[in-house]
């Protein structure tokens, strides 16, 4: 029977599951939409993970990353949970082990992550403003009744980019809407709203930060290929998009818990097929303090498989 270790990334936008093999490749990988519904697509993930591999199979380990890391850890008994950085840093130094500086653009924010030596020394996130994101190039696809995946393809025949406002979200919009009524190439809107983007990460996110190559471009915008062209340009270096770039988390997760295993000898996970056991999950206040957090907890039938939201760690 084949063993692997699971990684799970689960983000606002989308959820992203990997099954890597002993030797840290990718056997297997899911990336699919969250929808407000993060339990479900952990769970309808896991079996679609289970339908491509066609076998029976082991999981040595388990690790969660991601803003819904503590969720996925409970339904599924992971080894090890980390924060977003942690994941996307040491997938990316498996892909690349000289990296210098990352750049990771998903649907809901943005993140750069600076390496030296090996060692992540530095970050920074961007999760205030949409004209940084993935979601906003989605919004503008839609309203121009473009697909998503022919974006780049646009822009990239582009002889004169329009110059976008890319501070703001609602600013871009409103400029991409007047140049279009000036009646400008919808080609040169595109490329100019790569290039606003761009600046609109580097400017919030780049500022004093020294980058370095080679640079790694992570998450789904980086198959825009229009974004990869902004950013070469507006950089001056080659940026490289590795090969799992959509799913480096959940990539970073699954290798962390090699890593744990290493140290333990053993996984906490909760079994292959209680992954389709049904959950629910319910909130209380607490009122032993005048904190009162807000409980989250989760149940698996009737036991109880998580609990988090305190500031003390009572729960």
């Known amino acids: 029977m084949k063993e692997f270790f699971l990684g799970i990334d689960v983000g606002s936008v989308s959820t992203n599951l990997v099954l890597m093999n002993p030797d840290k490749s990718v056997e297997?990988?899911?990336?699919?939409?969250?929808?407000?519904?993060p339990m479900d697509s952990v769970r309808n993930g896991f079996l679609k993970l289970k339908a491509k591999v066609g076998e029976e199979f082991g999981i040595l380990g388990a690790g969660t990353t991601g803003s819904g890391r503590q969720l996925a850890a409970a339904m599924t008994g992971a080894d090890v949970m980390k924060n977003e950085i942690t994941a996307h840093g040491v997938a990316a130094l498996q892909a690349s082990p000289k990296v210098q500086t990352i750049l990771e653009i998903g649907g809901q924010?943005?993140?750069?992550?600076?390496?030296?030596?090996?060692?992540?020394?530095?970050f920074a996130m961007n999760t205030v403003c949409a004209a940084g994101t993935g979601s906003f190039l989605d919004r503008q696809a839609q309203r121009l009744n473009i697909p998503i995946?022919?974006?780049g393809h646009y822009a990239l025949r582009s002889s004169h980019p329009a110059r976008i406002a890319g501070r703001c979200a609602v600013f871009a919009e409103s400029d991409m809407i007047h140049k279009q009524q000036e009646g400008q190439p919808l080609e040169?809107?595109?490329?100019?709203?790569?290039?606003?983007?761009v600046r609109n990460?580097?400017?919030?996110?780049?500022?004093?930060k020294q980058i370095q190559g080679p640079v790694l471009f992570q998450g789904g915008v980086a198959a825009n290929e229009g974004i990869v062209q902004a950013f070469e340009e507006e950089l001056g270096i080659p940026v490289t998009i590795p090969e799992y770039y959509d799913v480096m988390g959940a990539w970073g997760a699954a290798i962390l818990a090699q890593e744990q295993r290493a140290k333990t000898g053993g996984t906490s996970f909760c079994g292959v097929d209680a992954m389709a056991d049904e959950f629910s999950i319910s909130s209380f206040e607490c009122e032993d303090c005048p904190n009162r957090c807000n409980i989250t907890r989760m149940q698996r039938g009737e036991l109880q498989a998580g609990c988090w939201g305190s500031r003390c760690g009572k729960y």
């Open 188 to 197: 040169d809107i595109l490329s100019g709203l790569c290039h606003a983007l």
């Open 149 to 151: 995946q022919e974006l």
């Open 201 to 208: 990460y580097l400017a919030n996110l780049a500022k004093g």
């Open 28 to 37: 297997e990988k899911i990336y699919i939409r969250t929808a407000g519904r």
């Open 109 to 122: 924010d943005s993140k750069i992550i600076l390496i030296r030596d090996g060692i992540i020394y530095d």
